[in-house]
C-alpha cells in the first residue's frame, strides 16, 4: 500500500482556511485499523501532516463480547473521550464523555435526526427543488453539554467518505472528510480517508465524532 499519510503539498478547501489565511488547518489520514493489528479487534489509526499517530481507538468489543463502549485515545494511548451508546434508542445515540469516566458531565452527544414519513419528504423534496436547490442530507446532529439544540450537523455521506461538518449558527464548514488520494488519479480504499479540521476547533472532538458516525452509518 502506499503510504497513507497526507503529503506535505496536500491542497486544502479554501472555505477551512482560518481568516487572511493566519491559521493553518489540521490534516490528518484516517485508517480504519487498529494500531494493535490483534485479531478480533476494529478501530482507527489516525496520522498528522507529518506522519505521526496522533490518534487511536482499539475496540476488543468484537472479541469479548463487551457493552459497546469506546474510547479515543492519543498517539501515545492516553484516554481522551470515552463514547457510550444508549441502549435501545430509536434515534442511534452516542454520548461522549471527557477522559475514562461516564460519571460526569457528558461533553457532547450524536444522534440521528428524526425522518419524516416518505409522502412528507417527497413534498419537501420537491418544494426545495422549485425553490433553487435541494438541501444536503443531514446524517447525524451533534448536541453539546445538555443542550436540547443541535450545534453541528454532518452533512453527506459518511459511508461514501464524502461530507462535512457544519455549524449550523453560522453555516460555515468546520471539517471535511473525502477519498484519500495518492496522485490525481488514483484514490485509495476507503478504509483510508482525509480529514481536516477548521483552525480553533478541538481536533478531538471532530475524531471522537467520526468514531461515533462509523458505529451509526454501519448500524452498530
Request: one cysteine or more.
Amino acid at each position: 500500500m502506499s503510504r497513507i499519510y497526507p503529503a506535505a503539498n496536500s491542497k486544502t478547501s479554501p472555505e477551512l482556511v482560518g481568516e487572511c489565511g493566519r491559521s493553518s488547518p489540521s490534516i490528518f489520514t484516517v485508517w480504519k485499523r487498529s494500531s494493535m493489528n490483534l485479531q478480533g479487534t476494529d478501530g482507527f489509526s489516525v496520522f498528522d501532516e507529518h506522519g505521526q499517530l496522533a490518534f487511536r481507538v482499539d475496540n476488543y468489543s468484537r472479541k469479548i463480547g463487551g457493552c459497546g463502549d469506546l474510547v479515543l485515545m492519543d498517539g501515545a494511548g492516553n484516554t481522551l473521550l470515552t463514547l457510550v451508546p444508549e441502549v435501545l434508542s430509536m434515534q442511534r445515540v452516542w454520548n461522549a464523555y471527557e477522559g475514562d469516566c461516564t460519571g460526569g458531565g457528558r461533553l457532547f452527544s450524536v444522534r440521528k435526526p428524526w425522518k419524516f414519513p416518505t409522502c412528507l419528504c417527497l413534498c419537501l423534496c420537491l418544494m426545495s427543488t422549485f425553490h433553487g436547490g435541494v438541501e444536503p442530507e443531514v446524517e447525524t446532529e451533534v448536541f453539546m453539554g445538555d443542550s436540547r439544540w443541535p450545534e453541528y450537523s454532518v452533512e453527506g455521506s459518511f459511508e461514501r467518505r464524502s461530507c462535512c461538518v457544519r455549524k449550523i449558527s453560522t453555516g460555515d464548514v468546520v471539517a471535511k472528510i473525502s477519498r484519500k488520494r495518492v496522485n490525481p488519479t488514483v484514490l485509495l480504499e476507503e478504509e483510508v480517508f482525509s480529514l481536516v479540521v477548521k483552525p480553533g476547533l478541538d481536533n478531538g472532538f471532530i475524531m471522537g465524532l467520526i468514531v461515533v458516525l462509523d458505529r451509526i452509518c454501519c448500524g452498530l
